[in-house]
């Protein structure tokens, strides 16, 4: 959103500035010219002014130019709703509403030449006695008539003299381009509304067909279903990154910037990966471009269980997790984890094998972080990175000092949701969260 006023009076001097003041001197034009010269005044006068100002009105249809700007108001609108629904029916009233305006200013003229005397001719405002009926009648018929030029309707306004059949004629060839072009366009946009959910709805025949032919249980088939209706689907409405072409032609450092943006509010909840935003960008492009991985769960399914060699860290991005972990008197310690949690960030820092069990709640979907790619991406800046070496390092100290101990009950504390708070101190101050303490 551009807000300085020197940039918009440039855009503006360059684009509408000159049709707006052809307009406005039209305008002016017209109202000077009715106080300038009174009936009173001079018969003569006032009939050469008559026909002036006759002409000057022709010049007011400049005022459809403003139409275009139309245009730019529904990309905004497109943008602001950014559904492909509302797209498509859009274009469907647009070039419905196109039709009704391009019959509307035919029907004036049709109207304008009826009126007009042809000595030794009639005209069809005559024919059908039109001069004494009132205008909405008037007007209908001859919005009625131009409709019929342009579809492939008929009604009984014929032409009767020559300037009325020339008329017609040109609107019929007119009536050739514009009704194909605008009917093709409804069709297409008709289309496209019936493919939103036709590759869904098939390719979801063709996997209950496979399961009944599987003879898979009618339970199973119907979690599957289920699972499809509610996650897949919307999912498939959504774009996602690699639908996008244009992206894939970007300039590398541009498009780590798009997945930059897309993922870094997900995991940058962690004081760790905000301070490496801060203080390295380029780590964290690749980060994001490289160590990411999305994960979707539906309700019930397993994330990880008890004793699993651990692989990444996880962030909740939408759902509700439970952590489950067998402590030493042998009750379950549970956990509920939403949006902007996270666990297992040991695994970053040291081997770990995970120490309980993570299943979901709802469906839920989750962003993980693959160590070993995490670790590569760090070694390519090690010399830049000495601060996060040391965040590492005291994150296991802080470990190693808990298990020293020897205490059982402190042994408790290492889980997958382990946060070590020396480690943290280590990190700039801007990067703790105000509530991190509440976490």
Same mark, same amino acid.
């Given at each position: =959103?551009?807000?300085?006023?020197?940039?918009?009076?440039?855009?503006?001097?360059?684009?509408?500035?000159?049709?707006?003041?052809?307009?406005?001197?039209?305008?002016?034009?017209?109202?000077?010219?009715?106080?300038?010269?009174?009936?009173?005044?001079?018969?003569?006068?006032?009939?050469?002014?008559?026909?002036?100002?006759?002409?000057?009105?022709?010049?007011?249809? =400049?005022?459809?130019?403003?139409?275009?700007?139309?245009?730019?108001?529904?990309?905004?609108?497109?943008?602001?709703?950014?559904?492909?629904?509302?797209?498509?029916?859009?274009?469907?009233?647009?070039?419905?509403?196109?039709?009704?305006?391009?019959?509307?200013?035919?029907?004036?003229?049709?109207?304008?030449?009826?009126?007009?005397?042809?000595?030794?001719?009639?005209?069809?405002?005559?024919?059908?006695?039109?001069?004494?009926?009132?205008?909405?009648?008037?007007?209908?018929?001859?919005?009625?008539?131009?409709?019929?030029?342009?579809?492939?309707?008929?009604?009984? &306004?014929?032409?009767? @003299?020559?300037?009325?059949?020339? &008329?017609?004629?040109?609107?019929?060839?007119?009536?050739?381009?514009?009704?194909?072009?605008? %009917?093709?366009?409804?069709? $297409?946009?008709?289309?496209?509304?019936?493919?939103?959910?036709?590759?869904?709805?098939?390719?979801?025949? &063709?996997?209950?067909?496979?399961?009944?032919?599987?003879?898979?249980?009618?339970?199973?088939?119907?979690?599957?279903?289920?699972? $499809?209706?509610?996650?897949?689907?919307?999912?498939?409405?959504?774009?996602?990154?690699?639908?996008?072409?244009?992206?894939?032609?970007?300039?590398?450092?541009?498009?780590?910037?798009?997945?930059?943006?897309?993922?870094?509010?997900?995991?940058?909840?962690?004081?760790?990966?905000? $301070?490496?935003? %801060?203080?390295?960008?380029?780590?964290?492009?690749? &980060?994001? @471009?490289?160590? =990411?991985?999305?994960?979707?769960?539906?309700?019930?399914?397993?994330?990880?269980?008890?004793?699993?060699?651990?692989?990444?860290?996880?962030?909740?991005?939408?759902?509700?997790?439970?952590?489950? #972990?067998?402590?030493?008197?042998?009750?379950?310690?549970?956990?509920?984890?939403?949006?902007?949690?996270?666990?297992?960030?040991?695994?970053?820092?040291?081997?770990?094998?995970?120490?309980?069990?993570?299943?979901?709640?709802?469906?839920?979907?989750?962003?993980?972080?693959?160590?070993?790619?995490?670790?590569? %991406?760090?070694?390519?800046?090690?010399?830049?990175?000495?601060?996060? #070496?040391?965040?590492?390092?005291?994150?296991?100290?802080?470990? @190693?000092?808990?298990?020293?101990?020897?205490?059982?009950?402190?042994?408790?504390?290492?889980?997958?949701?382990?946060?070590?708070?020396? $480690?943290?101190?280590?990190?700039?101050?801007?990067?703790?969260?105000?509530?991190?303490?509440?976490?």
């Amino acid at each position: =959103l551009v807000m300085n006023h020197r940039q918009i009076i440039a855009k503006y001097i360059r684009t509408w500035f000159l049709p707006d003041i052809v307009v406005v001197l039209v305008d002016w034009c017209l109202l000077i010219s009715t106080r300038m010269v009174e009936p009173e005044e001079g018969m003569g006068d006032y009939l050469v002014m008559g026909k002036v100002l006759k002409y000057l009105r022709v010049f007011r249809v =400049l005022r459809l130019l403003r139409l275009r700007k139309l245009h730019e108001a529904l990309v905004l609108l497109d943008e602001y709703f950014n559904s492909e629904y509302f797209s498509i029916i859009k274009s469907m009233f647009f070039n419905m509403a196109t039709i009704l305006v391009i019959s509307h200013f035919l029907g004036c003229l049709w109207f304008t030449i009826g009126t007009m005397g042809i000595p030794g001719w009639l005209s069809w405002v005559k024919q059908h006695r039109l001069e004494d009926r009132d205008w909405a009648w008037q007007y209908l018929t001859s919005l009625h008539w131009s409709l019929t030029q342009l579809t492939p309707g008929s009604m009984d &306004v014929q032409p009767q @003299n020559i300037p009325e059949r020339a &008329v017609a004629v040109m609107v019929l060839v007119l009536g050739m381009i514009v009704f194909s072009s605008i %009917v093709s366009s409804i069709t $297409a946009a008709m289309n496209s509304l019936k493919n939103i959910t036709a590759r869904y709805n098939k390719q979801r025949w &063709v996997l209950r067909r496979f399961l009944r032919e599987k003879s898979i249980s009618t339970e199973l088939i119907t979690r599957v279903t289920i699972y $499809a209706d509610n996650i897949i689907k919307p999912r498939l409405r959504q774009v996602s990154l690699h639908e996008v072409e244009l992206l894939n032609l970007l300039p590398r450092s541009l498009y780590m910037d798009v997945v930059l943006e897309l993922y870094d509010q997900d995991i940058e909840v962690h004081p760790f990966f905000r $301070a490496l935003h %801060v203080q390295n960008r380029v780590v964290m492009q690749k &980060v994001c @471009n490289v160590s =990411l991985q999305q994960v979707v769960l539906s309700e019930g399914d397993v994330l990880f269980s008890l004793g699993e060699t651990a692989h990444s860290m996880y962030f909740v991005k939408s759902g509700e997790m439970r952590y489950t #972990r067998l402590q030493d008197d042998h009750t379950w310690e549970r956990e509920e984890l939403t949006r902007a949690h996270w666990s297992c960030e040991a695994v970053l820092w040291t081997s770990w094998v995970h120490q309980g069990n993570m299943r979901a709640n709802i469906d839920s979907e989750l962003l993980a972080v693959n160590s070993l790619k995490l670790q590569e %991406v760090c070694l390519q800046h090690r010399a830049e990175l000495p601060s996060f #070496r040391r965040y590492g390092c005291e994150f296991v100290r802080g470990m @190693n000092q808990i298990i020293m101990e020897g205490d059982s009950k402190d042994e408790v504390h290492l889980s997958d949701l382990l946060k070590i708070q020396s $480690a943290i101190d280590l990190l700039p101050k801007y990067s703790i969260p105000a509530n991190w303490f509440g976490h």
